[in-house]
């Protein structure tokens, strides 16, 4: 079935290791981001994407590196893991250049730094 | 920057009452405005958005929302509330820079009850 989809959906693991979060779409879409949501913070932009090897961070960007060498694929590593990364990452693309695109979203990696 | 203020973290309602989540933006010029809901462990979905044209937005599972420039708000309405309804509610803007990432409200909870 075509969509993002997202990997682990659920992940534990301890402070300092790295942890890679995956993310994949099928619409071959240029754009993809990074949200982490928290509460009472509500969704913040990690980094995101224009195309493939261009990727430029957002609002919360420290302790996360990207990559994208090909257009589908979009991960998100942790490279230290730190508790204040405890959080639900949401990946997210769209399709259009240009604000009125709607942006669609994965249904989440819930991680636990311990 | 453009950002966005939901200024009910939760609201409760009854079944078949009206709802109107608020929402206020922050923005110079005609921004592109959005409404995502979030079931619980799930992503987030688009209910409607606002580019330009009339300012009465309708949107899925009957929802509407309303552009009033004069209060900088994008209020999201609904007639009649059904069970079902029960979610996380994100107002959102489109930044200009980030590649048009959507800047999120904190997000309104709205609980339903029989």
């Known amino acids: 079935d075509a969509g993002i989809t997202q990997s682990p959906r659920y992940k534990i693991t301890e402070t300092g290791r790295q942890v890679t979060l995956m993310c994949h779409q099928t619409?071959?879409?240029?754009?993809m981001f990074w949200y982490r949501q928290d509460l009472g913070h509500g969704l913040r932009l990690i980094y995101y994407s224009a195309a493939a090897d261009i990727t430029d961070k957002g609002e919360v960007p420290d302790g996360y590196v990207v990559s994208r060498s090909k257009t589908e694929n979009f991960p998100l590593t942790l490279e230290s893991a730190t508790r204040s990364q405890t959080s639900v990452y949401f990946c997210a693309s769209r399709n259009r250049v240009g604000g009125t695109g709607e942006l669609f979203f994965g249904e989440g990696s819930r991680l636990t730094v311990l | 920057a453009q950002s966005v203020t939901q200024p009910d973290i939760h609201i409760t309602v009854s079944e078949g009452a009206s709802l109107e989540l608020r929402c206020n933006y922050s923005?110079?010029?005609?921004?592109?405005l959005f409404w995502y809901v979030q079931s619980p462990g799930q992503g987030l979905q688009l209910l409607l958005k606002?580019?330009?044209?009339?300012?009465l937005v309708q949107g899925i599972k009957g929802f509407e929302a309303e552009f009033k420039r004069s209060q900088s708000s994008f209020n999201l309405r609904k007639p009649s509330v059904h069970w079902s309804d029960a979610a996380e509610y994100f107002c959102?803007?489109?930044?200009?820079?980030?590649?048009?990432?959507?800047?999120f409200g904190k997000g309104t909870s709205l609980l339903v009850t029989p």
């Open positions: 619409w071959s879409h240029s754009y």
């Open positions: 606002y580019f330009s044209g009339d300012t």
């Open positions: 959102a803007v489109a930044t200009s820079k980030s590649g048009y990432a959507l800047n």
């Open positions: 923005y110079g010029a005609t921004p592109y």
